[in-house]
């Protein structure tokens, strides 16, 4: 919004004799972007409020073209989404293996990899190449990782054998099973167990 | 969050140490500062301040004159407002007795100090990249014990 007060008007001589005007203007740059977001926004017929500068929450969950129109819009005007694609798809990586490690289904190893692609709608190269660029870490030992997570849950609840877990976790065998526990954490299932068992107790001891 | 710079930090009284662990961290990927002290008492100095800016994880070496570093961490989990820093200790060597003592004090991380600087780069890359996953995954804390 440009206040009439914060328009300087300079007129020279010399342009009046060409008639024209040379106009300073001055900005409230937050007001502009406000109202050229709220302008897109609505364009699209998006249900939106704006948070703060540079946050803006979509209500009604629009469909990806429209997303996309969005962001296409908004470039425009130079204004970018930072939440990138990249860190999108990452995401929904981290979610499939998460869920894929939390169900009971039993899944073969080999069909890992099928899984993601199928899941994310890309081939399994471009997926486990984009992960490790955004995660510092691998699919595989992030799969790896979240089953030796969920291990431990499995082990601190005290209703299954390490044998079980194995099995559950769709391990060809306990050793394996100790074996990639032990190389993930440094520790065994048994050593995890005593130590997480002895802080509880420290800790009630202390507060008794 | 991608580019979130991981604060780094470490208590040793070994100047050496205090250097090639600084050296390590500028060839790992991910980025970080990192900020030594020279010993514990240092530290808890630092640490005590309200204002201070408290590292994401702090390696504590354990034999320190005047504070040792388990009494650096057992100090450090008492105070509400510091107990949630991830920590590792960093030492000579241990039985795995001392080991697990230390973690059942709280220690996420147990690090047998290396003697050759490439295994060292490798040590302290693995212990920032797990830290990193559970800091950006949404992982239980109170489980992140490694012993490396």
């Known amino acids: 919004m440009v206040h009439a007060a914060a328009i300087l008007l300079y007129i020279s001589p010399k342009n009046i004799i060409f008639r024209q005007m040379k106009l300073y203007l001055k900005f409230d740059i937050n007001a502009v972007c406000r109202k050229v977001l709220q302008e897109q926004l609505e364009s699209l017929n998006l249900n939106y409020s704006i948070l703060g500068f540079g946050e803006v929450e979509i209500n009604n969950d629009p469909n990806s073209e429209t997303i996309k129109a969005l962001y296409q819009q908004l470039n425009e005007y130079g204004v970018s989404v930072v939440e990138s694609h990249k860190s999108v798809l990452v995401q929904k990586i981290k979610d499939a293996i998460v869920e894929m490690v939390y169900s009971d289904e039993k899944l073969s190893n080999a069909k890992t990899s099928a899984y993601l692609a199928d899941k994310i709608g890309q081939s399994y190269g471009y997926i486990s190449n984009l992960f490790s660029d955004v995660t510092y870490t691998s699919i595989a030992n992030f799969i790896i990782l979240q089953k030796v997570e969920r291990a431990k849950q499995l082990i601190l609840t005290n209703e299954l054998t390490i044998t079980e877990i194995a099995w559950k976790l769709n391990y060809s065998s306990v050793a394996h099973f100790s074996n990639q526990f032990k190389s993930a954490t440094g520790l065994t299932p048994s050593a995890f167990q005593r130590i997480i068992d002895k802080r509880k107790n420290a800790h009630l001891n202390k507060r008794a | ?148």
């Open chain 2, 1 to 148: 969050m991608q580019n979130e710079i991981i604060r780094v930090m470490l208590a040793d009284d070994d100047e050496d140490d205090r250097l090639f662990f600084t050296e390590a961290f500028q060839e790992i990927k991910i980025k970080t500062t990192v900020t030594t002290l020279n010993n514990g008492i240092e530290l808890m100095n630092y640490l005590n301040k309200e204002d201070a800016v408290l590292p994401h994880v702090l390696f504590l070496d354990l034999n320190m004159p005047g504070k040792t570093g388990l009494d650096c961490l057992r100090e450090i989990k008492s105070i509400d407002r510091l107990k949630n820093i991830a920590i590792a200790i960093y030492s000579t060597s241990a039985s795995d007795e001392d080991i697990e003592d230390t973690f059942v004090e709280g220690a996420n991380v147990y690090i047998k100090k290396p003697h050759e600087f490439s295994t060292l780069k490798n040590v302290l890359s693995d212990v920032i990249t797990l830290n990193w996953q559970y800091h950006t995954s949404g992982l239980n804390r109170d489980n992140f014990l490694l012993s490396i």
